[in-house]
């Protein structure tokens, strides 16, 4: 699965031609011309001039009105690419919830909660900047490495259960030291999501956000540090990933493989 942004424009111009195409004044000016055409008897060629008027008042129509129709349909992407994304994060929990992973399942639903209110404060106009896309992004980032995280943990109590009847505690003392670093980077991030969403959410000065592509202002210093907190978060996760071998991630899809792998499958109690 990837990542809401960038979007496919190939996707955005045929569901817009989609949506012109059905909308009611394209359909009712179609019929119009027909009607009109069987009413004075015009024939084909009648049909034809009639159909060139319809036209080009289209054209001119959509040409005043197609921005409306574009910013809908980007916005509808987006909701649909959101909320494929939860259903995935949904599963992970339901499949932690059946192993009795209670503990794994509350704190990840925790992140899907957030993520879903940043999302919503983000896109609740259909004004879509580079701000807004980069953000989105980000935190969609965050919650995949979080994901990966989790597997970790899973995978570290794992070994933890099988080292404490080994009389090894050397190992004992490293899986506890790994574990304690993963428990913390989970911590870290959840903060960051959570600032994120409290600054997007009782900000003053929501310009940059809002109205970046009418005004062509500079970004805010407050989504400044929004972006940097959540850039700095995502580069010591892939660094922690690295370091502690954590589920590498696809070539093609960047952080986003998570989302069609299960969590280990460990034996319930």
């Not at 699965?1 to 960038?6: E, G, L, N, V």
């Given at each position: 699965?990837?990542?809401?942004?960038?979007l496919e424009d190939a996707e955005i111009k045929r569901r817009v031609m989609t949506a012109r195409l059905l909308h009611p004044l394209t359909v009712g000016v179609g019929l119009g011309c027909v009607a009109l055409a069987l009413f004075l008897r015009g024939g084909i060629f009648g049909f034809l001039a009639l159909a060139a008027i319809g036209v080009a008042g289209l054209a001119a129509w959509w040409k005043n009105h197609g921005a409306?129709?574009?910013?809908?349909?980007?916005?509808?992407?987006?909701?649909?690419?959101?909320?494929?994304?939860?259903?995935?994060?949904?599963?992970?929990?339901?499949?932690?919830?059946?192993?009795?992973?209670?503990?794994?399942?509350?704190?990840?639903?925790?992140?899907?909660?957030?993520?879903?209110?940043?999302?919503?404060?983000?896109?609740?106009?259909?004004?879509?900047?580079?701000?807004?896309?980069?953000?989105?992004?980000?935190?969609?980032?965050?919650?995949?490495?979080?994901?990966?995280?989790?597997?970790?943990?899973?995978?570290?109590?794992?070994?933890?259960?099988?080292?404490?009847?080994?009389?090894?505690?050397?190992?004992?003392?490293?899986?506890?030291?790994?574990?304690?670093?993963?428990?913390?980077?989970?911590?870290?991030?959840?903060?960051?999501?959570?600032?994120?969403?409290?600054?997007?959410?009782?900000?003053?000065?929501?310009?940059?956000?809002?109205?970046?592509?009418?005004?062509?202002?500079?970004?805010?210093?407050?989504?400044?540090?929004?972006?940097?907190?959540?850039?700095?978060?995502?580069?010591?996760?892939?660094?922690?990933?690295?370091?502690?071998?954590?589920?590498?991630?696809?070539?093609?899809?960047?952080?986003?493989?998570?989302?069609?792998?299960?969590?280990?499958?460990?034996?319930?109690?």
């Open positions: 699965m990837a990542p809401t942004f960038p409306r129709l574009e910013a809908k349909v980007i916005q509808a992407m987006i909701l649909e690419s959101n909320e494929a994304q939860d259903r995935k994060l949904a599963g992970i929990v339901a499949r932690y919830r059946r192993l009795r992973l209670y503990h794994y399942a509350s704190a990840l639903g925790k992140f899907i909660l957030l993520k879903k209110q940043i999302e919503k404060e983000l896109h609740k106009d259909e004004i879509l900047t580079e701000d807004k896309k980069q953000i989105d992004s980000l935190v969609d980032q965050i919650c995949a490495a979080v994901c990966r995280q989790f597997a970790k943990l899973s995978e570290l109590d794992r070994a933890t259960a099988a080292t404490l009847t080994s009389g090894d505690s050397t190992q004992l003392k490293t899986l506890e030291k790994t574990r304690t670093e993963v428990l913390e980077r989970i911590m870290h991030a959840y903060n960051t999501v959570h600032e994120t969403y409290q600054h997007l959410s009782h900000t003053s000065t929501p310009p940059p956000l809002a109205h970046a592509q009418a005004t062509n202002t500079t970004t805010s210093a407050d989504v400044d540090k929004i972006i940097s907190q959540l850039e700095d978060e995502n580069r010591i996760n892939r660094a922690v990933r690295e370091r502690l071998k954590i589920l590498p991630p696809l070539p093609e899809d960047a952080d986003f493989g998570i989302f069609e792998e299960p969590p280990p499958q460990l034996e319930s109690e």
